[in-house]
């Protein structure tokens, strides 16, 4: 018999091979497009909602929940920097900016007061000199603090120490204006020797900031406080 014949039984092997094998690669195959195509449409997927996420973020003040904004900013009841939260976070609906009864001039000049005040709090002597300019200009109306803003220094301890005078001015008219001071308090830091108004909350020390944060006591409403 020729070498070259093929093997009957060899013959019947291959042709039961072939089909198995081609099966198996093409069901390979479709396995591999199939995982392809889901992790595209699984990344797709979470890079869609982190999108719809950030296009729809919104900020609320952290002291006054019904304050809401679409966009980075500050609270116009406080002068509280916004915080950032995905919407239906919370189940405070949204509301109107402050009545306007907290525009008058007393409301400016807090918030104006504020920014200084939240400057000092964080060490920013570039921002609490900027604060100081508006300030002076809210403040108009209480002459003996914008005496005490004049000149203001472009030093941080210098700026603290100033901020003294600044603050007892203002206390001393919150006192004989205590309904334009409603939630308004003064705290006290010994340690210092300064007191300071701040929206009533977690006291936070202008004169020491990260350093003693906390240190000081609370005396209560602006116009009970009265003179040091």
Same mark, same amino acid.
């Given at each position: 018999?020729?070498?070259? =014949? ?101 409301? =400016? ?120």
């Amino acid at each position: 018999m020729d070498e070259q =014949q093929t093997n009957p039984n060899q013959a019947v092997a291959q042709r039961r091979t072939s089909p198995l094998l081609w099966l198996t690669v093409t069901l390979a195959f479709a396995a591999a497009i199939a995982a392809s195509a889901w992790l595209a449409w699984s990344f797709g997927f979470k890079a869609g909602q982190v999108a719809h996420q950030s296009a729809h973020a919104e900020y609320v003040c952290p002291w006054h929940p019904t304050v809401i904004s679409d966009k980075p900013g500050q609270c116009p009841a406080d002068g509280m920097f916004l915080m950032r939260r995905q919407p239906g976070q919370t189940a405070v609906a949204k509301a109107a900016p402050a009545p306007a009864a907290k525009k008058g001039p007393a409301a =400016q000049t807090m918030m104006a007061y504020a920014d200084l005040y939240e400057a000092l709090v964080a060490g920013q002597a570039e921002g609490a000199a900027a604060a100081a300019t508006a300030l002076a200009q809210a403040g108009a109306d209480v002459p003996a603090m914008t005496k005490a803003l004049q000149d203001f220094p472009k030093d941080l301890a210098a700026q603290r120490q100033r901020f003294v005078a600044v603050s007892e001015s203002l206390i001393a008219h919150a006192k004989k204006n205590p309904n334009d001071f409603n939630g308004i308090h003064v705290m006290s830091c010994d340690m210092y020797k300064g007191r300071w108004l701040q929206k009533a909350g977690p006291l936070r020390n202008p004169y020491y900031g990260d350093e003693m944060l906390s240190c000081g006591e609370d005396l209560g409403a602006a116009s009970r406080a009265g003179q040091p």
